[in-house]
């Protein structure tokens, strides 16, 4: 099965601020990798797909970028509403993964 | 508006089984894959199962001989039949739409189904 790991695991930063995390593959992917938010109490959001595809409804400061086994979700003019968990999801070979997730923290 | 709503969760002994549901509107049902994903109490997203727009059926391997999904393409539902559960199978469950006919990521979830296997 494919492995997703995420890195940070945990980031705390401020509003307005830009947040970069990464999502590394353990086989290559193509561009079959997605980005979810996951707020507590709330169902999992899908905030781009395709590495950087954008989603209708979903804010600008989102954007994704990457391909092969190295990807990255970038915020940019964080707001409070951002604090969540944000998962990268490969589609590319089953068992369908998720990384285990980047908790960020709006202080 | 695109709805998918779980039902059929609850409490279970291990070695005990349970049905999921998840009741769609809002799409044409016969075109669209449905996944079911987890989240284990304090633990991430982990994709279970999945039915394709023609019934095929795929598993994650932790599953595999224990639980069964299958659609009603006349009742836009899909089923999550799980026996044998273990503790391990305790989680928060999500019905999820396919983002198309041959794709999978996904782009609208239900709100979850808790099942807890507990004795």
């Known amino acids: 099965e494919i492995v997703l790991t995420q890195s940070p695991n945990f980031q705390s930063v401020t509003p307005k601020e830009k947040v970069t995390f990464t999502c590394r593959a353990s086989q290559d992917l193509g561009i079959s990798l997605h980005w979810y938010q996951h707020k507590a109490d709330q169902s999992p959001k899908l905030l781009i797909k395709y590495a950087s595809q954008s989603i209708s409804g979903v804010p600008s400061r989102f954007s994704g970028s990457g391909s092969g086994t190295e990807f990255t979700l970038t915020i940019s003019g964080l707001e409070a509403e951002d604090a969540a968990t944000y998962y990268c999801?490969?589609?590319?070979?089953?068992?369908?993964?998720f990384g285990q997730g980047t908790k960020l923290e709006i202080k | 508006q695109v709805q998918l709503v779980e039902s059929g969760g609850g409490v279970v002994q291990p070695g005990g089984s349970l049905r999921l549901s998840c009741a769609t509107s809002?799409?044409?049902?016969?075109?669209?894959?449905i996944h079911w994903v987890r989240r284990a109490p304090g633990k991430g997203l982990e994709w279970v199962a999945l039915v394709q727009y023609d019934g095929s059926d795929k598993y994650t391997d932790s599953v595999k001989g224990r639980f069964s999904i299958s659609r009603d393409n006349s009742k836009n539902t899909v089923h999550l039949h799980m026996n044998n559960l273990t503790a391990g199978d305790t989680a928060l469950y999500y019905c999820a739409k396919a983002g198309g006919s041959y794709v999978h990521y996904f782009d609208y979830w239900g709100q979850g189904d808790l099942v807890t296997v507990s004795s």
């Open positions: 999801h490969q589609s590319n070979t089953l068992p369908y993964t």
């Open positions: 809002g799409f044409n049902f016969n075109d669209y894959g």
